[in-house]
């Protein structure tokens, strides 16, 4: 007798979650997603255009041509056309505007913005804040500009980071070979709150006039200035320009004013404590640390540590320049030379103190340059 052997059991069919759960899941996380985009979106415009509505434009007036907001699904992308800022009642009455500018949020911190100008800008400024002052127009061309700025509670400005690629400036002229000329191939700059936590965030928003410190750094590469402008002795060309440093006692001011902001940071005691500076400028080639404050007529003032190379070669295009006599020149030179020797520098340079007292530059024993008050 023959049997028939059993049947080898069969596989249960997938379920039908496994296969649609997944992307049923997947639709609906797209969905909330979504629909927080556009709400945070929404609330991205609300919050710009009450910006531009709120009281604070007494003293700072912000406006643009047109708004939209796209981005979707990454970022909150904001696209002005023709935007501008004013600040009429600052001492430099400064005004600023632009062809574009497009502000990038991330969607879930709309504390941090990622901005990009495009096309010319022009800065309007009075020179001071005597009435009828001459009123000067700074246009401004790049191939890119951007800035990040990240809101730090507690303190009255926040992190921003600024760098502009092949920059021109051209100060009170309509063309290219017109007016005061600036240019840069590179030109950074980056601060922070000093006290700022490691996550950015702070204690409650500091009262109005309360100071705060700032570390700060700018750097600048192949940079020109107006020959007409350009010290006789060094020239037009910076190859090289960076410093570190610490801003002390510094407070926000209700104009955005660069006067207003030095006069407060002055009568708080304010001090800027460079703990690294690189310059190369013609024959110049320092690096130094030091400390500048205001004296009363608003001149800076203070002292630094300086290391120069080729010390005689710049001694030699000071005298050049008729800056300094021939007679000094010599003095300093055979006097730093046997200071050189004791320092012992293998790579040539000497260490030589540059003071800044009563409007006047002292580069060692040598007056070198003059400078007049702020503001």
């Keep these: 007798m023959t049997t028939t052997p059993p049947e080898a059991a069969q596989p249960a069919p997938p379920s039908r979650w496994r296969i649609f759960g997944p992307t049923l899941a997947l639709v609906a996380l797209v969905a909330v997603y979504s629909v927080y985009w556009y709400v945070m979106a929404g609330k991205t415009r609300g919050f710009l255009d009450a910006f531009a509505t709120s009281p604070h434009t007494g003293n700072i007036a912000v406006g643009w041509g047109d708004l939209s907001i796209s981005g979707y699904p990454y970022r909150i992308e904001a696209d002005f056309t023709a935007p501008s800022i004013a600040a009429p009642r600052a001492p430099e009455a400064w005004s600023w505007s632009a062809q574009s500018l497009e502000a990038d949020f991330l969607p879930y911190s709309l504390r941090h913005v990622v901005l990009k100008v495009d096309g010319e800008q022009v800065l309007r400024y009075r ?32 992190r921003l980071a600024v760098d502009i690629n092949n920059l021109v400036a051209v100060k009170d002229g309509e063309a290219p070979n017109t007016g005061e000329r600036f240019a840069a191939g590179r030109f950074q700059f980056h601060s922070r709150p000093s006290g700022e936590q490691a996550d950015g965030a702070g204690a409650e928003p500091l009262p109005a006039g309360v100071a705060e410190s700032y570390d700060v750094a700018i750097q600048g590469n192949d940079m020109a200035i107006d020959a007409a402008d350009a010290p006789r002795a060094l020239g037009s060309e910076i190859e090289l320009f960076e410093a570190q440093a610490r801003l002390k006692n510094a407070s926000a001011t209700p104009n955005a004013s660069p006067a207003e902001f030095a006069r407060a940071w002055a009568t708080q005691g304010g001090t800027l404590t460079i703990s690294d500076m690189q310059v ?74 540059v003071v800044v007292t009563g409007g006047k530059v002292f580069l060692g024993p040598v007056p070198v340059a003059t400078i007049g008050p702020l503001f």
Excluded at 134 to 155: C, F, I, K, N, P
Excluded at 316 to 339: C, F, H, M, N, P
């Design 127 to 158: 020179d001071d804040a005597r009435t009828g002052a001459r009123r000067h127009v700074l246009r401004a061309t790049a191939e890119g500009t951007w800035a990040s700025y990240v809101d730090v509670r507690g303190a009255p400005f926040g």
């Design 280 to 353: 190369k400028w013609g024959p110049l080639d320092m690096w130094a640390q030091g400390e500048l404050s205001l004296d009363a007529e608003a001149r800076p003032q203070g002292r630094f540590e300086a290391a120069i190379a080729d010390y005689p070669g710049l001694l030699k295009a000071l005298v050049a320049a008729d800056v300094v006599s021939e007679k000094d020149a010599r003095i300093a030179q055979v006097g730093l030379g046997l200071v050189a020797q004791l320092q012992g520098d293998e790579a040539g340079r000497i260490r030589v103190p």
